[in-house]
């Protein structure tokens, strides 16, 4: 069974600082997702990872995905207040006949 | 424009009341989901569907039930069985079952 698990489940950062949040999961996969939700809001899709090595970018955020080590990063760089969400992972199984298995999330707020 | 619809935005009933809460898409994706978000938690996934006529229980099944008689509906009925049903519910479809998912605006229960 994939079990996938995020960590930190918390973070608070300051403005301008660096930090990444891991997403580790169990079994194979070479599909992975993350998305960011405001407070209040739901879900938005941020970034698909679709093979070992993928790295996408967007403003502030980038994401990288190695298969091998069942890892994905999801870093921030120069926190701004507006990146302040609960961010989560999502993990294709391969199976081909369950849903994607979401991380628990980690709530990230930046302050001044 | 293509997207998922959820209705209502803001549901009030009470006890011993059962509801129904409405999802419809329009991206002719074969999968639907039904998440339930308590606060400041992850997802739990109550129901999902791969294709019409079909659906498969998740985590969380008990007291709720589904039906999948079009495509681009997949309406979730909270039951009075359910012990407690305030939450935020979101439903979610995508191409195919494992593949990335796209999510509605969310619907929030309240249960006095």
């Known amino acids: 069974e994939l079990k996938v698990e995020q960590n930190p489940l918390f973070l608070s950062m300051q403005e301008g600082k660096n930090y990444t949040i891991y997403c580790n999961y169990s079994?194979?996969?070479?599909?992975l997702y993350w998305y960011r939700q405001d407070p209040g809001k739901s879900l938005e899709s941020l970034f698909v990872l679709l093979s070992n090595g993928a790295v996408k970018q967007e403003g502030r955020l980038m994401a990288s995905l190695d298969t091998k080590a069942r890892l994905s990063t999801l870093h921030i760089t120069a926190a701004v207040h507006d990146l302040s969400a609960t961010y989560f992972c999502a993990v294709d199984s391969n199976s081909g006949n369950t849903p994607l298995v979401f991380g628990k999330g980690t709530r990230l707020s930046v302050i001044a | 424009d293509g997207g998922i619809t959820q209705s209502p935005k803001y549901l009030f009933r009470k006890e011993g009341q059962n509801v129904t809460l409405s999802c419809e898409q329009n991206l002719n994706h074969d999968a639907m989901y039904w998440y339930r978000q308590d606060p400041g938690q992850g997802l739990r996934l109550i129901y999902y569907s791969q294709i019409v006529n079909d659906f498969q229980k998740g985590d969380i099944a008990e007291g709720y039930s589904v039906s999948r008689e079009k495509k681009e509906s997949f309406p979730l009925t909270v039951t009075s069985a359910q012990k407690n049903p305030t939450a935020f519910y979101l439903c979610?479809?995508?191409?195919?079952?494992?593949?990335?998912?796209?999510f509605g605006p969310g619907t929030r229960l309240t249960v006095t």
């Open positions: 079994t194979t996969s070479d599909r």
């Open positions: 979610a479809s995508s191409i195919a079952l494992p593949r990335e998912q796209y």
